[in-house]
């Protein structure tokens, strides 16, 4: 099934939103298939913000996301990239739609809460940008039949 990276960012750990993001894609369905809390660095960030690189921001972001530790989600279900980025809502909380977890917790471009792929291959580059295969975890859904209907399974 497919899988997506989440990235709590440090707006949410110092907002001590972490608990409450979590609950969100939790109970919406999606499996927690992994989870860790790393220090990110300027060659991290410097390769996931590289389509940022001439605007303005860039620099400015990278030393947020630096700031203090990240945590890092791998969440799967069927179409998860695009499920999570509509959790999420728009890149600016002030623009994001209440109900999202950028409309309902940020008023920022920049300290916007949460990192999503913005695609299933994106996900795929990113899964790998920040896990290492043996921190991802593959066991048993036993909600699935109540979250799919039979030809999704
Ligand atoms: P998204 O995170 O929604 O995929 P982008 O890839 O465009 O959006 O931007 C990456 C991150 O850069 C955003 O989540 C946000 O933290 C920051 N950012 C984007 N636009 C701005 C902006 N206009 N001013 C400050 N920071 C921004």
Redesign the pocket.
Known sequence: MEQTLVILKPSAIQRELVGEVISRFEKKGLRLAGMKMMQLDDKILSEH?A??KNMP?YQ??KDSMMSIPVIVLCLEGVDSAKVVRNLIGK?NGREAAPGTIRGDFSVS??E?IV?AS?SAESAKIELKRFFLDEEIFDYQQLVLPNLYDNEKM
Do not use: E, G, K, S
């Open positions: 913000y389509h940022l921001f400015r972001v890149t471009a920049q916007n990192h913005d």
